[in-house]
């Protein structure tokens, strides 16, 4: 089956930097993604992993380990509007050419303090 | 100028009757999806098609059956609706590669209220 397992919550200062970390069990894996959600809208892209390494894109970076079922996200100098559902997504290719899908983690609830 | 566009809104209807959501995307994509995120903001997948194909069905019950008449359009209906249906249905879109990067792009969701 599939597991994905997140902190449910975190809290941080802003100006701060906070990692929130993902750890997966899945088969068919092909790709770590991590999306955005504030309360009451869609879910939104933030950053994409297929190799080991860090990825940074201003103020986000994510890394991932595939030996380790384990990748983290960065937020550095936070802000306010950063306090949303970050939720950590593994796209599954089960069979090649055959579709994707993308497995969800239960999400972490960063609430950003003044 | 919507990429992905899911209708309605909001949908609030008695347990027993039978209901849909439109889904449609401008993106160009040739996979959709259909996920559910409950109360504790789960998100889980339940169907996704490639050009039209089913490709996934994630032990979802059989009153939902998903529609796709296109690759820009994915509908779910849902027979007999229980309170358990109660939740906000997320349709969403990506391309289908085995390499690089295919974001999903997500609608605005359906808050369905069953009551």
């Known amino acids: 089956g599939q597991n994905i397992d997140q902190p449910t919550e975190m809290t941080a200062t802003e100006g701060a930097i906070v990692q929130i970390n993902c750890t997966y069990q899945t088969s068919g894996f092909n790709g770590l993604f991590w999306y955005q959600q504030h309360a009451g809208e869609a879910p939104t892209f933030l950053s994409y992993n297929v190799l080991d390494g860090l990825e940074e894109k201003g103020r986000f970076s994510s890394f991932l380990s595939r030996s380790k079922g384990y990748s983290y996200l960065l937020l550095k100098e936070l802000q306010m509007k950063d306090s949303a559902s970050y939720l950590c997504a593994v796209r599954r290719t089960p069979r090649p050419h055959y579709g994707q899908n993308f497995v969800f983690g239960p999400g972490t609830r960063l609430s950003v303090l003044p | 100028d919507t990429a992905v566009s899911q209708t309605p809104k909001y949908l609030v209807t008695q347990m027993g009757n039978d209901k849909s959501i439109k889904c449609e995307q401008n993106?160009?994509?040739?996979?959709m999806y259909w996920y559910k995120q409950d109360s504790k903001k789960f998100l889980k997948i339940m169907f996704s098609y490639n050009n039209k194909e089913l490709i996934i069905n994630e032990t979802v019950p059989n009153r939902f059956s998903p529609k796709s008449p296109d690759k820009a359009h994915l509908n779910l209906h849902i027979n007999s609706l229980e309170l358990g249906d109660s939740a906000v249905y997320f349709c969403a879109s990506s391309l289908f590669k085995l390499r690089g990067n295919t974001e999903a792009f997500f609608g605005q969701g359906t808050r369905l209220t069953v009551v």
């Open positions: 993106l160009g994509h040739d996979t």
